[in-house]
């Protein structure tokens, strides 16, 4: 259901962006790819679906990313947080577009910084836990 578009980017460019930034930041697989969805729109509906994410941390690996999106013909969707409902929503515009997030630049720089005003504002973590994807210390993932 949520994976109709996880074929459509070529496997050599799936290939060169894993080359690129190892498997541990591209995501390809229909779980992984469920949390850049669109979270209005229908399960069943696959118009906004991307066909894989890539996260790079530096500008040398951005400039990379967008050399291979070229060779290959593949449409990129560069994405912040994305978390933003209503203004910076994960899903692309264009089906089967590879998402280019920057969460993760700077070695998790602006999540650990939102972290660290979450834990000091509310460090049992009852206000909107999970809201644009920064948890309560007691619920978080090792990156």
Known sequence: MYGACVST???SALDDFTALLGPDRVVADE???RAYRDP???P???DYTASAVVMP???EEVQEIVRIAGRHG???WPISQGRN???GRPAPRVKGSVIADQYSWNDHAYMRFCERIKDALDSDGILAPGKQAIWPRSMRTER
Do not use: C, I, K, Q
């Open 74 to 76: 593949v449409p990129l």
């Open 57 to 59: 941390s530096t500008v």
């Open 31 to 33: 779980e992984g790819l």
């Open 85 to 87: 409902n209503g203004y």
């Open 40 to 42: 209005y729109s229908f």
């Open 9 to 11: 980017v070529a496997g």
């Open 44 to 46: 069943a509906w696959d």
